[in-house]
Nanobody, 125 residues
Framework: QVQLVESGGGLVQAGGSLRLSCAAS????????MGWFRQAPGKDREFVAA????????MYADSVKGRFTISRDNAKNTVYLQMNNLKPEDTAVYYC??????????????????WGQGTQVTVSS
């Protein structure tokens, strides 16, 4: 089992940047592929990005491709989401999630076993 805690959210103007972090407990972090999702008010939770257990493969939603970068540091049990050129439509609660690495990169919420509590990102116009 792994516990996840997100941080780094906040209020930023359009065009600005934020870096989210997700710290994982336990010594088995490298056995999980990781993902970032987001949920805006009144909308379903949606996929943002995913990264393989060793960082060798990544996948992005079309809406963030070229602006967001997912990365991980297994020595620190942490996954990151660097968000650049933020837009008001990026406003949401952002969640990190873990899935066993044997499953590879996944984009569906029901394919992730563990979730953090979320961190709010608000982008003003």
């Amino acid at each position: 089992q792994v516990q996840l805690v997100e941080s780094g959210g906040g209020l930023v103007q359009a065009g600005g940047s934020l870096r989210l972090s997700c710290a994982a407990s336990g010594r088995t972090f490298s056995t999980y592929a990781m993902g970032w999702f987001r949920q805006a008010p009144g909308k379903d939770r949606e996929f943002v990005a995913a990264i393989s257990w060793n960082g060798g493969s990544t996948m992005y939603a079309d809406s963030v491709k070229g602006r967001f970068t997912i990365s991980r540091d297994n020595a620190k049990n942490t996954v990151y989401l660097q968000m650049n050129n933020l837009k008001p439509e990026d406003t949401a609660v952002y969640y990190c999630a873990a899935t066993p690495r044997v499953l590879g990169l996944r984009r569906r919420t029901d394919e992730y076993a563990y979730w953090g509590q979320g961190t709010q990102v608000t982008v003003s116009s």
